[in-house]
């Protein structure tokens, strides 16, 4: 299959224009590609994140092959944007585009969470090209990413920073500290993306500990806040690009992500014990035929036999 | 200097300016900057603690004030470390090291990018501050951090010579300063490299091995004993990671005793990296752990507290003194 690759830069980023339906349609194929590799993935370890990658497939595509200044064969070019994962529990979808791109083999995929493989459930930027930075403690990323621009000015490095948050992080304390550092600095070029599905590992984030009214706290910090569709590629492209072609805002930015925790599979979008899991073979098979249907949001069939775990020590 | 003075006191202090090593962090920084050097400085709210409000002033663009968000400080540190360059980060030590563990571990540490942690006030020196301020763990904990250099400098000179020295070493690294007005061992431009031992002497009797603000009161000891014609000798292990194994041998094959001297829990510390060398080892020579024997120190002056935990040289002496006899 030819690979979709990043869109083509410089663009102009002083008038971007709004995505087409040609681009449109490849973001959303994009994002199937993203499920796909993640159901195939999570069959070699036999345990995974398929629903907190399904939430943010769509997220993963449109910065990868729309937003982001990115040069494909090239991990480490000085100029790139940088992604950080505050959710580096969604990994495993990140690591099929990194190797789309051609910032590593793709035969590493196929060794994914194998003895010695650079590829596990978490990020680690010293073993895998294209990680712009490690995680999997929760709550540090935006912290990184406020560390990234703050070097990046005092270095005169152009590019920008996007640092994808899950809302459960919304949790951690650190997220606030690093949001009201970012305001003070005027970090008009770092964008932080919730992932605002609603469920975290124990359940609902909202019972769990509410982080609502969630756009008005990030207002009452000084950031400028967005709010979209996080599956609406159309929205998300034309939004990230406004947001990118921007060079006036000296305020951080903020898109909450509306999202499906295991959007395009319907088992997992209405059962949250799907944070952690894994698709016995027959599943597998019907995931897969549902996302190739393009059904995303479609009922796919009954009968499912796959234990949810809900808990990382039943994993 | 002034002996009617007490020392802790900030006339004393206003006095006795000898290189206090907390002015040292912020004059070399701005000496490495002017060099050409790519560093940077931040701190959480104690500019005026760890005097990098010289630094600030000089180099504005170079320092970024956190406010009482350490663990945001150490990962946003890490993270403007990947744009090339170099950040030194201060705060007391007790926050630095215990509440920023984590953070330490995995944004600086794990991901292996030169930060310079610089934990001040560590140890007991904090005195009256009490236990929320005191650092007698940092040691244990940071030395169990893969890839992560600890270094315990002796005063403000060695503290100089180490931060020049960071400026081309490739790990990460933690800095334990004591109260950064400690009396100073050595002359200023003293040579130094990272991982290598000062062998002051080596005793026949009893060889000191020391680490920070001790290394001074342990000289003064190991001096008294001398006079009265016992062998006792220094080593100033600096560094704690990685430990100067082949000093910590020398000093085994040479002596009867070693003693190790820390402002610092004796488990997990200097004591116990030096236990650690002569169990693998041997040698034969018996070790005596000297430090915060496993408690919460007492609330008083720091310099009441050094004396009370026989952290002064007179104490130094009396716990080494049985030793030799």
């Known amino acids: ?54 939430s943010c497939a769509e997220i993963f595509s449109t910065l990868y092959y729309d937003t982001m200044n990115i040069r494909r064969g090239e991990p480490g070019w000085p100029g790139r944007d940088r992604f950080l994962m505050g959710k580096g529990h969604a990994a495993v979808g990140q690591f099929p585009v990194l190797a789309d791109l051609d910032f590593f083999d793709k035969a590493w995929l196929d060794d994914y ?15 895998v090209p294209g990680v712009d930075f490690s995680s999997g403690s929760i709550g540090h990323a935006l912290s990184n990413g406020v560390g990234m621009a703050l070097g990046a000015r005092f270095r005169k490095q152009d590019f920008d920073v996007f640092v994808l948050l899950g809302d459960g992080e919304m949790q951690e304390g650190q997220v606030w500290e690093a949001a ?27 019972d769990i500990a509410a982080v609502e009214p969630l756009a008005d706290k990030w207002r009452a910090f000084g950031w400028e806040v967005h709010e979209v569709d996080g599956h609406d590629v159309v929205a998300l492209a034309n939004l990230l690009r406004r947001i990118k ?49 393009g059904a995303d949001a479609e009922v796919a069939g009954t009968g499912i036999t796959s234990p949810a775990i809900t808990s990382e020590g039943t994993a | 200097m002034n002996s009617t003075l007490h020392p ?88 630095l090291a215990l509440l920023c563990c984590e953070q330490i571990r995995m944004d600086v540490a794990y991901c292996a990018q030169p930060v310079r942690l610089i934990g001040h006030h560590t140890g007991i020196s904090m005195g009256f501050y009490g236990t929320s301020h005191h650092a007698t763990e940092d040691i244990a904990i940071m030395r169990s951090i893969a890839d992560l250099t600890v270094v315990s400098p002796a005063d403000g000179p060695q503290f100089a010579a180490a931060l020049r020295a960071s400026v081309d070493y490739p790990q990460p690294i933690y800095f334990r300063i004591s109260r950064g007005h400690d009396p100073e061992v050595y002359a200023r431009d003293t040579p130094f490299e990272f991982g290598k031992a000062v062998i002051h002497e080596l005793g ?59 402002e610092h829990n004796v488990l997990g510390g200097l004591g116990g990296a030096v236990a650690e060398v002569l ?47």
């Open chain 2, 8 to 95: 802790d006191s900030w006339q004393y202090r206003e006095l006795n300016k000898r290189a206090p090593s907390l002015s040292v962090l912020s004059d070399t920084l701005i000496e490495l900057a002017e060099a050409g050097h790519p560093v940077v400085a931040g701190t959480a709210d104690l500019q005026h603690s760890n005097g990098l409000t010289g630094f600030a002033g000089r180099f504005p663009e170079r320092f970024t004030q956190f406010g009482i968000s350490e663990q945001n400080m150490v990962s946003a540190a890490a993270g403007m470390a990947t744009t090339g360059v170099i950040p030194y980060v201060a705060t007391f030590a007790s926050f």
């Open chain 1, 113 to 127: 969470t194998r003895l010695g493989s650079p590829l596990g459930d978490h990020p680690d930027m010293r073993k």
């Open chain 1, 1 to 54: 299959m030819e690979p979709t690759g990043a869109t083509s830069w410089p663009r102009n980023v002083s008038d971007p224009g709004p995505v087409t339906p040609q681009e449109a349609g490849r973001l959303r194929e994009r994002a199937r590609f993203v499920r796909l590799e993640t159901i195939r993935l999570i069959s070699i370890a036999k345990v995974g994140h398929y629903s907190s990658v399904f």
């Open chain 1, 245 to 293: 072609a921007d060079r006036t805002r000296s305020q951080p930015c903020c898109i909450i992500a509306r999202t499906v925790k295991g959007k395009g599979i319907d088992y997992m979008e209405t059962e949250p014990g799907w944070h952690l899991g894994y698709l016995a073979p027959e599943d597998e098979r019907r995931a897969r035929e549902t996302i190739l249907a």
């Open chain 1, 180 to 206: 009201l550092s970012a305001a003070t600095h005027r970090l008009g070029r770092l964008v932080a993306i919730v992932d605002r599905n609603g469920y975290q590992l124990d359940g609902s984030v909202d």
């Open chain 2, 279 to 325: 169990a693998e080892e041997g040698g034969g020579a018996r070790l005596v752990r000297h430090g915060i024997r496993d408690e919460f120190s007492l609330i008083a002056r720091p310099t009441h507290l050094y004396r009370h935990y026989r952290l002064d040289a007179k104490g130094v002496e009396e716990i080494a003194r049985p030793l030799v006899a």
């Open chain 2, 204 to 262: 026949r009797d009893l060889t000191i091995i020391a680490t920070g603000m001790p290394v001074h009161p342990a000289r003064t000891a190991m001096r008294a004993l001398q006079e009265e014609g016992y062998s006792v000798g220094l080593i100033d292990m600096h560094t704690i990671k990685p430990l100067d194994r082949a000093a910590v041998m020398q000093a085994a094959k040479t002596s009867r005793v070693i003693l190790t001297v820390e």
